[in-house]
């Protein structure tokens, strides 16, 4: 496997997360969770209110919600392999804050996402425009479990 992987996830309700640490268990990678200066209470992420935080984020294109902590040392990795729920179809915008945030110049980035009924979709490629430079990008995959097989493969594929 590839040397020097940072596994990055943003996890509203956990699942996102329990996937990226098996990952980067299995990987033999860095964890580092991605995580909101404003947390998301259960009313910030009911979908069925258009007035609700994140139908508000993910109805403005521009929105970029702070990341809380120190940041990272991104020149010590490689390969960033990126988690995130999907949210109306997409990567949350806490996700495009965290690409802008860094130089990912020199790297390949792996996106996966979880979700409870769509797939990858357009997100992974949509983000693409939130990194500038030489990035090399793997096609994105849905892992909605932490199932040692099926990351294995994910994997042997990717890196």
């Known amino acids: ?19 990226g640490k098996e990952i980067a268990r ?5 964890f580092y969770e991605i995580v909101p200066r404003e947390i998301y209470t259960a009313a910030d992420l009911d979908w069925t209110n258009s007035r609700s935080r994140s139908s508000v984020e993910m109805n403005d294109p521009a929105a970029r919600p702070e990341i809380a902590g120190d940041s990272l040392d ?25 690409l802008e945030s860094y130089d ?6 792996i996106p996966f996402c979880t979700s ?8 992974d490629t949509a983000l693409h425009k939130n990194v500038t430079g030489d990035v090399k990008w793997a ?3 849905q892992i909605n479990r932490p199932k040692e ?6 994997l042997d594929e990717v890196l």
Do not use: Q
Not at 1 to 19: E, Y
Not at 87 to 97: H, L
Not at 104 to 109: C, H, M, Q, V
């Open 104 to 109: 990912f110049s020199g790297k390949k980035i």
């Open 1 to 19: 496997m590839a040397k020097n992987i940072l596994v990055a996830v943003f996890s509203a309700g956990g699942v996102t997360k329990k996937v």
């Open 26 to 30: 299995i990987a033999g990678a860095d």
């Open 149 to 154: 097989a099926e990351i294995r493969r994910f």
């Open 74 to 98: 991104m020149s010590s990795y490689d390969t960033v392999i990126l988690g995130f729920p999907i949210w109306w179809g997409v990567a949350p915008r806490i996700i495009e804050t965290f």
């Open 116 to 123: 409870g009924g769509s797939g990858v979709g357009r997100s």
């Open 139 to 141: 096609k994105g995959r």
